[in-house]
């Protein structure tokens, strides 16, 4: 079975500009969720897709957006941008949309977005 | 809002000894995940506990979670230099989604 994967694994954008990241989850699993890393600190949960719907959201602006496509894989936009936008953001999947006690979240490489 | 934290940040040891790590929040959590993380990777997931009072072991590693849910703890014993890397915990409830403390980045060095 394939992992989660992330695209692109790096990308430099202006300020202002928008951005969109793109995940494909792992076989089987129909949940994504992603998370936003910032430079020493652990991941914060952005918001996740569960066919197809946003299933919950973080403390984020609405200038971060998704979407879930019907094989399952996510896109991340971003509009925009600021220079604290700076981050690696992670892409998740996991098989089931409500976390129980042996839900498992895999995580991809992450995409490392620089804002200048 | 649930937040967790974790201590120590950094912990710099030598190869051989052993070190504790802490995840401390004051939320119950139905389930709670220790992940590692490598640079430029994702974290990848070591170990989920659901029980209170629950211990369980991964070769070198053994982890604990609180009688009350609210607290863990991850024990390494002869430390190697492969366990290099940032400790995170992740608290989830159900119908929630993970709550990720801040880690712990440790280095051991040869």
């Known amino acids: 079975e394939t992992g989660v994967t992330q695209s692109p694994t790096h990308l430099i954008k202006t300020r202002g500009q928008q951005v969109t990241l793109r995940c494909s989850s792992q076989?089987?699993?129909?949940?994504v969720s992603w998370y936003q890393q910032a430079l020493g600190q652990g991941p914060q949960f952005i918001f996740q897709y569960y066919r197809e719907e946003e299933n919950g959201r973080g403390n984020f602006p609405p200038r971060f957006s998704g979407l879930q496509f019907p094989n399952y894989s996510s896109e991340l936009n971003v509009n925009a941008l600021e220079l604290d936008d700076s981050a690696l953001y992670l892409c998740a999947s996991s098989p089931a949309h409500r976390q129980g006690p042996n839900t498992e979240a895999f995580f991809g490489q992450g995409t490392r977005l620089t804002v200048v | 809002t649930q937040l967790l934290e974790q201590s120590p940040q950094f912990l710099s040891i030598q190869e051989g000894e052993n070190l504790t790590v802490y995840c401390n929040s004051s939320s119950v959590f139905s389930s709670l995940q220790w992940y590692r993380q490598e640079p430029g990777e994702g974290p990848v997931l070591l170990v989920t506990?659901?029980?209170?009072?629950e211990v369980k072991k991964l070769k070198r590693l053994t982890f604990q979670f609180g009688d009350a849910r609210k607290d863990s703890s991850l024990h390494i014993t002869a430390a190697q230099p492969g366990d290099t890397g940032l400790y995170l915990c992740?608290?989830?409830?159900?119908?929630?989604?993970?709550?990720f403390g801040p880690g712990t980045r440790l280095s051991v060095l040869p």
């Open positions: 076989s089987g699993h129909n949940t």
């Open positions: 506990v659901v029980t209170g009072g």
């Open positions: 992740a608290g989830g409830g159900y119908g929630q989604n993970f709550v």
